[in-house]
C-alpha cells in the first residue's frame, strides 16, 4: 500500500492557511458565514473582533477542532478536513478554554503531546527541557499542572503547541491571565518561531497587543470578514484600536445609571 506522508501533501507555494467560505450555525445561530481569508506563510496576523464574532469558532474549523457545515481549510494546501492527520501534523494550537490533562506534571504533559504527534522519546526529553527553560517553567517541570497559576497553565499549553515544531501556530487569547514579563517573552518567542519561518496566527482582543506585534491583520464580525490585509493598510491613519470601532460600531458613550453618580 502507498505509505502517504505529509510532505507528499504540502504545498510549498500555498497560504500557510486558507479559507474558503467557511460556515457554521448552532441551530438557528450563525456564528460564522462564509469566510474566505488568506494567511500568508512567515506572517504574524492578528484576528480581531468583538465578543461573540466567530473568532474561536473559526479557529476551530480550521484546526480541525470543529468541523464546519461548509466550505474548507487548507493548512500549507493540506485540507483539515479531508487529512486531518496530516494537517494536524502542521498546526500546533492553543485553544481558549480547552481542558488541559491537568494531573500530570508539566513534564508529562509536554511528553505526551511529542509523543501523540509521533516523535522519539529522545526527541521529546531534549525538547521538553528546551521548551521548560524557554518558557521560565524549568522549576515547574515536576509540579502537577492543576497546582499551575492560570499563566502557568498558558505557558505549557504553548509549549504543547510547539514540541513537534508546527509550521503554523493558531493560538487564541495566549495572553490572556499572563503577566506582563511572561507576555513579552512570550512575544519574543512567537517573533523568533515566525523569523525562523513559522507562521502565526494569534485572536486577542488587545489591538496595542496586535498592532506592536503582528504585520497582518484581519477584523471579523457577525461572523464576516470586514477588512483583512497588513496591519498599516488596515489602520491606515488611525490606530488600529479607532479603525476597529470604526468598522465594528457599537460606541454607546453611556453614562450608567443616574444611581451610580455619587455626587
Ligand atoms: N457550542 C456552541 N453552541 C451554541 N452557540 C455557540 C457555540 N459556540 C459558539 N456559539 C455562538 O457562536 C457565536 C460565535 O462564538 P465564538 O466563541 O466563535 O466568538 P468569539 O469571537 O470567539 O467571541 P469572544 O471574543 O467572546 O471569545 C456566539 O454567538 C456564540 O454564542
Keep these: 500500500?502507498?505509505?502517504?506522508?505529509?510532505?507528499?501533501l504540502v504545498d510549498a507555494a500555498a497560504p500557510a492557511l486558507e479559507l474558503r467560505a467557511l460556515g457554521k450555525r448552532f441551530g438557528e445561530k450563525v456564528a460564522v458565514d462564509g469566510i474566505s481569508l488568506s494567511i500568508p506563510?512567515?506572517?504574524?496576523t492578528g484576528l480581531v473582533g468583538p465578543n461573540g464574532a466567530g473568532k474561536t469558532t473559526t479557529l476551530s474549523m480550521a484546526t480541525?477542532?470543529?468541523?464546519?457545515?461548509?466550505?474548507?481549510?487548507?493548512i500549507s494546501g493540506v485540507d483539515v478536513w479531508q487529512h486531518p492527520t496530516e494537517a494536524k501534523q502542521l498546526v500546533g494550537v492553543?485553544?481558549?478554554?480547552v481542558k488541559l490533562f491537568d494531573r500530570l506534571t508539566g513534564e508529562q504533559l509536554i511528553t505526551y503531546h511529542g509523543l501523540l504527534a509521533g516523535l522519539d522519546a529522545e526527541t521529546v526529553a531534549?525538547?521538553?527541557?528546551?521548551?521548560?527553560?524557554?518558557?521560565d517553567l524549568t522549576g515547574a517541570g515536576t509540579t502537577l499542572v492543576v497546582d499551575y497559576s492560570a499563566g502557568m497553565t498558558k505557558k505549557i499549553a504553548l509549549a504543547c503547541a510547539l514540541v513537534h515544531a508546527p509550521r503554523l501556530l493558531v493560538l487564541d487569547e495566549p495572553f490572556e491571565s499572563v503577566d506582563p514579563v511572561s507576555a513579552a517573552n512570550i512575544r519574543d518567542i512567537l517573533q523568533g518561531f515566525v523569523r525562523g519561518g513559522g507562521t502565526v496566527i494569534v485572536s486577542s482582543?488587545?489591538?496595542d497587543l496586535v498592532q506592536r506585534m503582528c504585520d497582518h491583520v484581519a477584523v471579523i464580525a457577525q461572523g464576516h470578514v470586514l477588512a483583512a490585509g497588513?496591519?498599516?493598510d488596515?489602520?491606515?491613519?488611525?490606530t488600529l484600536e479607532d479603525r476597529f470601532v470604526e468598522l465594528v460600531g457599537g460606541r454607546q458613550h453611556l453614562q450608567g445609571p443616574t444611581w451610580l453618580n455619587q455626587s
Excluded at 500500500?1 to 507528499?8: A, N
Excluded at 492553543?94 to 478554554?97: K, R, T, V
Excluded at 488596515?234 to 488611525?238: F, M
Design 1 to 8: 500500500m502507498w505509505d502517504r506522508t505529509v510532505g507528499d
Design 41 to 44: 506563510t512567515g506572517s504574524c
Design 64 to 74: 480541525g477542532l470543529l468541523r464546519p457545515d461548509a466550505g474548507q481549510a487548507l
Design 94 to 97: 492553543l485553544a481558549d478554554g
Design 126 to 135: 531534549r525538547r521538553c527541557q528546551d521548551l521548560l527553560t524557554m518558557l
Design 205 to 207: 482582543h488587545s489591538m
Design 230 to 232: 497588513t496591519v498599516d
Design 234 to 238: 488596515v489602520r491606515g491613519a488611525s
